[in-house]
């Protein structure tokens, strides 16, 4: 069955440090990869997606992803975190079938970053 | 642009009540999934819907059903309500074929009492 496992459960952050949170999937054929992030008491919001092409995937707010397929990663970065950026990150992975396959998330990492 | 919506935001209902759940997905989305997100949990997969038709289904409980009507709306009925059912249930919608991915509803957030 597919998974998708994210390393750190609860990250804590200074603004201006870097971030970098891990996804590896469990999946041997082609995937499409997601990072959501929920704000607290909010909805799902989509920071960015990879379908094909670039592995490096650059999305809102700064973020960007690089798909590994040798690794079977998708890991976050962004170079410098605000406040603002407190919040619950989830990756996601379905497989590539055109489309309408179900949304299979990690456990998702809450950051929590301090002025 | 328009969003995927969903009724009501809020719900409280006692146990053993019934509770009916709505979602709009974005115009010309033929795909609807449900999911059901605890508190400090990841979300967990409930149903899909893809052109009305069932296209897959996860942990949904047998006390729940749900439907996709011609219009593309959805509905996620929920029977017998128990305390556990707590929970945030959002909807996405995508469109097959395409690259566009899914899009999240605010949710509803159901407090069973």
């Known amino acids: 069955a597919q998974s998708v496992s994210q390393h750190n459960h609860h990250v804590i952050l200074s603004e201006a440090a870097s971030l970098e949170l891990g996804c590896n999937y469990s999946?041997?054929?082609?995937?499409?990869l997601f990072w959501y992030v929920q704000y607290p008491g909010q909805h799902l919001q989509l920071l960015l997606k990879?379908?094909?092409?670039?592995?490096l995937v650059k999305g809102i707010k700064g973020f960007e992803a690089e798909f590994i397929k040798s690794k079977f990663s998708f890991n976050l970065r962004k170079p410098s975190v605000q406040w603002s950026d407190t919040a619950e990150y989830f990756c996601a992975v379905t497989p590539f079938s055109g489309g309408y396959n179900k949304l299979i998330f990690g456990a998702g990492t809450r950051l929590a970053v301090h002025p | 642009a328009a969003g995927v919506i969903q009724s009501p935001r809020h719900l409280i209902k006692e146990k053993r009540e019934t509770a009916t759940l709505k979602c709009y997905p974005i115009?010309?989305?033929?795909?609807v999934y449900w999911y059901q997100q605890g508190p400090g949990q990841d979300p967990q997969f409930l149903i899909s819907?893809?052109?009305?038709?069932?296209?897959d289904k996860g942990s949904i409980p047998d006390r729940f059903s749900a439907q996709q009507f011609s219009d593309y709306h959805s509905e996620l009925n929920m029977s017998s309500l128990e305390l556990g059912d707590s929970a945030l249930y959002f909807c996405?919608?995508?469109?097959?074929?395409?690259?566009?991915?899914?899009?999240f509803g605010s949710g509803t957030r159901l407090t069973v009492v």
């Open positions: 996405a919608s995508s469109l097959v074929g395409t690259d566009y991915g899914y899009t």
């Open positions: 990879y379908f094909s092409g670039d592995p």
């Open positions: 115009p010309r989305h033929d795909t």
């Open positions: 819907f893809y052109e009305k038709m069932q296209s």
């Open positions: 999946y041997g054929g082609t995937v499409n």
